[in-house]
């Protein structure tokens, strides 16, 4: 038979709690008060992915790379007329892409293998919606979380420089016999890129012949090849219109919007007001 168990005091449970409560009590508390205290999240955080629009080429990668499959893209092709002869140019433009984080595991692939830097984490993590269809972001939504990106952290002391590996072509004995070896220099390694080539190197000190003469232009012969004008929708680079760049900011902080989304917003319709008056 179970020997019967000994009779507690009545509130002994009562009294061990309040004496853990008392122990802890005195202590310094440690809790970050949420949502008046942000946390510091480091720059590698995998809070949200976020769209540079400029920089997406409509490659699909990212969306046939996704295991979840819930990245949604839609674009149009555009033909544009060729500044100087030749054929037209077809761009594809970007209609729709919209990321469903009720799918997303957030494996981060898409980042990876994206190969122009269109996709990026952002430590961001303030999306939560009431309703799950809600959890859909388009491009918009996607555009504003690039501007609260972190820069990547530096590199460490002591850090190893990876050098450039060039593609080796295949040597003959010719080429063996016109390179020789510099006297004193570094040892050279197979495959590996110099960005500079040394000032004692053989084609450094080679004298630069003069150029030739120019030849008569006969009166029938064609005229020269001039170099192809750039394309249509090239873009230029602009120096931001400062005015548009202070309205908008103002705007934008009088309407509580986060501060790197309302400085982004403003360098984005600055930069537009720039090529609308270099075009006009």
């Known amino acids: 038979m179970p020997k019967p168990k000994g009779r507690r005091l009545p509130g002994a449970g009562l009294l061990k709690g309040l004496r853990v409560t008392l122990k802890h009590m005195l202590q310094r508390s440690i809790t970050q008060q949420y949502p008046d205290e942000k946390p510091n999240l480091p720059p590698r955080t995998r809070g949200v992915i976020a769209l540079k629009e400029a920089n997406c080429t409509v490659c699909w990668k990212c969306s046939r790379e996704c295991p979840d499959w819930c990245i949604y893209i839609d674009a149009h092709k555009e033909t544009h007329p060729p500044a100087s002869g030749g054929r037209a140019r077809a761009v594809k433009v970007l209609d729709r892409f919209a990321i469903d984080y009720a799918l997303c595991m957030y494996c981060g692939i898409c980042v990876e293998v994206c190969p122009f830097d269109a996709l990026f984490w952002a430590p961001d993590f303030e999306y939560a919606e009431y309703d799950i269809f809600s959890m859909t972001h388009e491009k918009e939504r996607l555009e504003e979380w690039t501007y609260k990106v972190l820069p990547p952290p530096p590199l460490e002391v002591g850090a190893e420089v990876v050098l450039e590996e060039a593609p080796m072509a295949p040597a003959g004995p010719s080429d063996a016999a016109e390179a020789p070896a510099e006297v004193g220099g570094p040892p050279l390694t197979a495959g590996v890129r110099l960005t500079s080539p040394p000032s004692s190197s053989p084609a450094a000190a080679a004298p630069v012949a003069?150029?030739?003469?120019?030849?008569?232009?006969?009166?029938?012969?064609?005229?020269?090849?001039?170099?192809?004008a750039p394309p249509a929708g090239e873009r230029h680079e602009v120096e931001p219109d400062q005015e548009t760049l202070d309205r908008v900011l103002a705007e934008e902080l009088a309407k509580g919007t986060d501060r790197r989304v309302a400085e982004g917003r403003a360098r984005s319709a600055a930069i537009r007001a720039a090529r609308k008056k270099a075009e006009g």
Do not use: L, Q, R
Request: glycine content about 0%; charged content about 5%.
């Open 210 to 228: 003069a150029p030739a003469a120019p030849e008569a232009v006969s009166p029938t012969a064609p005229p020269p090849a001039t170099a192809p």
